[in-house]
């Protein structure tokens, strides 16, 4: 239920590190530094928190933040969320000491066996909503696990194959079998409108188009706002609040926006037209004081010609319209075992 | 935020190396946006394909391109939206700070002296080249010295090659964090009075009205022991010296070639020597430089080699970048006003001819 007790409208699922914090957990010193982190030292990346606070405000919107943190880490990132003025409505963390103590080390790592059965029992415990949009990043398997989420709600992964899926992502006897239990009781329906998965690692996009249009990269938030703008959840005001907070960060400056936004029409992932009509609609919200304060930025229209130059500047050749083909069914299995060579090689290779 | 543009299409290996080495780039150096210029279609065939900043790579569309073997001149008049052209052009209205490029060299240096202004006092621009010495220098312990001009320009006065002078040492001293370079003119012969009346007399201007680490007159047999880290010479002499010690490295590879093959004796005494000859390869990789600079313009421009890697590209536009961070341009600009009143102080001739041009390269 939402706060005001009525059944959601769209559900907003989150996972923390690395997608909405700044977190390095790489090597054990980082892990060890992460633990003992003061919330006030913990970053956020600029422009999530805006996001957040932007679809929390919406009626009828839940927040789910689903994480592979472990239980003890709760009050330290209950903290830093207050902090940030972040509300939610469910917060889902590993029980990691419970595997230790059972001697399930495979399951400290695992991504597949924790995530599926923690975001399908979110689902079951709460009114399901017609509509939900995921939020990963690039470190873990998050793409695969929400599209695995996504597809097992739409009916279109048979619980044979998912028993396989789980198999190739080894997970434990029991583990197979209550995801298996709650992937038949989840309330179906083709309800996943989004997966945004944020690249912490800079990881390059074109692996990501084999997992469907439904899936987008972005290199930071301002992408993600307007992602969600071109899906009808953000209004342009707000999409100028995300970029604010950005600004404020002072990681990024309005040619760096700018250029994110072309970046996203070039990858056919936001259209020229809805990109030039956001241009539009946040001028009307400037002019309606959705900048008042602002000293250190240029006139608005300065603004909006200096993001139609990035436009301009490719041509006539982009027009924003999706370049990855069909959206053929996921074979997932074949999915998990890549990820894990992945992650041995990575691991092997001494890299992030 | 510094803003690199790059010749997306020109190189040998272009535009999949250029590609690649701007995205490293973009992840290498934070505080710098790639503009990469080239075939808007192609390029985002690429991007996606490698690891990079999405919001510090952009791209601006240029339909043509010009082709390695190309005329430049003929090449630039036919096509003007060609991608050096563009990419010089937004330089010079002031969408870019520096640019890089791999492409056709006579076309590139004509497409940048054709928009950009000469720094105030410089009368012709100068391509400057790395080659690797026996001696190194500089903190950064550099096997390699600078040799200007290697062709912007045929001839030179004796006050361009004092300019050289000038901006080699402003060069070297960034790049290579050689805080006193050894400035050498090139010449037949020691002494201060060997040498063509424009040595000769840039030999006086030099002792008279610079304050450069200049050691003197240097032969050729200098240059490879590393004598000095900045040797200066015309653009005709450089260009012929550049040659001629690329054609004594072939011909050393070559020759050793033929000994691998001619019989057994040598072929191991070469793979004795083999991680000895690694090393050294290492130590004197170009491509770890990324390019040549051409010194003058009021804006920066490295000239990657044609043949240039990805890996070439990204230290290409890492030197960009820090020449950019060290404000290189103005501190020519501030070595060319100091000659200048020196000149002025001593009573000689400084130079300063408003209408100097950049010639296209030999």
């Known amino acids: 239920m939402t706060p005001g007790g009525r059944a959601p409208r769209h559900v907003f699922r989150w996972d923390l590190d690395k997608t909405y914090l700044r977190t390095e957990f790489d090597s054990l010193k980082d892990l060890v530094k992460s633990a003992f982190e003061d919330p006030a030292d913990k970053q956020a990346y600029p422009g999530a928190t805006a996001i957040l606070r932007s679809l929390r405000a919406a009626d009828g919107h839940r927040i789910c933040i689903v994480s592979g943190s472990p239980t003890q880490m709760r009050s330290v990132l209950a903290a830093k969320l207050a902090l940030d003025g972040v509300e939610y409505d469910e917060f889902v963390l590993k029980d990691n000491l419970k595997n230790i103590l059972r001697g399930r080390f495979r399951a400290l790592r695992s991504q597949v066996p924790y995530k599926l059965p923690a975001l399908l029992a979110s689902r079951l415990g709460t009114a399901p909503a017609p509509a939900e949009t995921m939020f990963g990043d690039d470190a873990e398997a998050d793409a695969i696990i929400y599209s695995l989420y996504a597809d097992v709600l739409a009916g279109r992964v048979a619980f044979a194959d998912l028993e396989r899926v789980l198999a190739a992502a080894r997970a434990y006897d029991d583990e197979a079998l209550r995801t298996l239990d709650l992937a038949r009781r989840a309330p179906k329906g083709d309800v996943v409108r989004r997966i945004i998965i944020h690249l912490d690692r800079r990881s390059a996009t074109m692996p990501f188009r084999r997992l469907g249009r439904r899936v987008v990269p972005v290199f930071n938030y301002f992408q993600a706002a307007l992602v969600l703008y071109a899906d009808g959840v953000l209004t342009a005001r707000q999409v100028v609040f995300v970029a604010l907070e950005m600004l404020d960060s002072r990681q990024f400056e309005l040619g760096t926006l700018a250029t994110s936004m072309q970046d996203l029409v070039r990858r056919g992932r936001l259209e020229r037209d809805i990109a030039l009509r956001l241009a539009d609609e946040a001028a009307e919200a400037a002019a309606a004081g959705a900048l008042a304060g602002r000293d250190g930025l240029p006139p608005f229209h300065t603004i909006s010609q200096q993001f139609r130059e990035r436009l301009r500047q490719l041509g006539g050749s982009a027009t924003g319209a999706w370049i990855g083909g069909v959206d053929e069914p996921l074979d997932y299995v074949r999915l998990v075992d890549e990820e894990h060579a992945r992650r041995r090689e990575r691991r092997r290779d001494g890299h992030r | ?362």
């Not at chain 2, 790049?175 to 002494?191: D, Q």
Request: aromatic share 4%; proline share 5%.
């Open chain 2, 1 to 362: 935020m510094q803003r690199i543009v790059v010749d997306a299409m020109g190189g040998d290996h272009a535009p999949a190396a250029i590609v690649e080495g701007a995205a490293e780039a973009s992840l290498a150096i934070p505080g710098a946006e790639i503009i990469l210029v080239g075939d808007a279609v192609e390029l985002g065939k690429l991007l996606p394909r490698v690891r990079h900043d999405g919001a510090r790579v952009r791209v601006h569309h240029a339909p043509s391109l010009i082709e390695m073997d190309e005329k430049p001149a003929e090449a630039l008049a036919a096509k003007p939206d060609a991608s050096i052209a563009v990419a010089a052009e937004l330089v010079a209205a002031g969408e870019g700070d520096a640019l890089v490029s791999a492409g056709n060299t006579g076309a590139a240096v004509l497409a940048v002296a054709r928009r950009w202004k000469l720094i105030p006092g410089v009368r012709r621009a100068a391509l400057a080249s790395v080659y690797p010495t026996e001696l190194r220098r500089g903190d950064k312990d550099d096997p390699f010295s600078l040799l200007l001009d290697c062709g912007a320009t045929l001839d030179a006065t004796a006050e361009d090659l004092v300019t050289f002078a000038i901006m080699g040492s402003a060069y070297a001293k960034m790049i290579s964090k050689n805080r006193r370079p050894r400035v050498a003119l090139l010449s037949n012969g020691t002494e201060a009075g060997k040498g063509p009346a424009a040595v000769v007399r840039a030999h006086e201007l030099l002792l008279e009205a610079t304050e450069l680490n200049f050691i003197g007159n240097v032969e050729g047999l200098d240059i490879p022991r590393g004598v000095a880290d900045v040797v200066v010479c015309s653009g005709f002499v450089g260009n012929v010296v550049l040659k001629m010690l690329e054609g004594v490295s072939e011909t050393i590879l070559r020759l050793g070639r033929y000994a691998h093959k001619q019989n057994l004796t040598w072929r191991i005494g070469l793979a004795a020597l083999k991680p000895a000859l690694e090393q050294l390869k290492s130590v004197t990789d170009w491509e770890q430089y990324g390019g040549a600079p051409l010194l003058g313009l009021d804006h920066l421009f490295i000239k990657a080699h044609g043949r240039s890697s990805a890996r070439a590209i990204t230290n290409a536009v890492k030197v960009a970048s820090k020449a950019l961070s060290g404000d290189l341009c103005g501190t020519i600009a501030t070595g060319m006003r100091d000659f200048a009143d020196r000149a002025a102080k001593a009573d000689i001739r400084a130079p300063g001819d408003p209408d100097g041009k950049v010639e296209a390269p030999t």
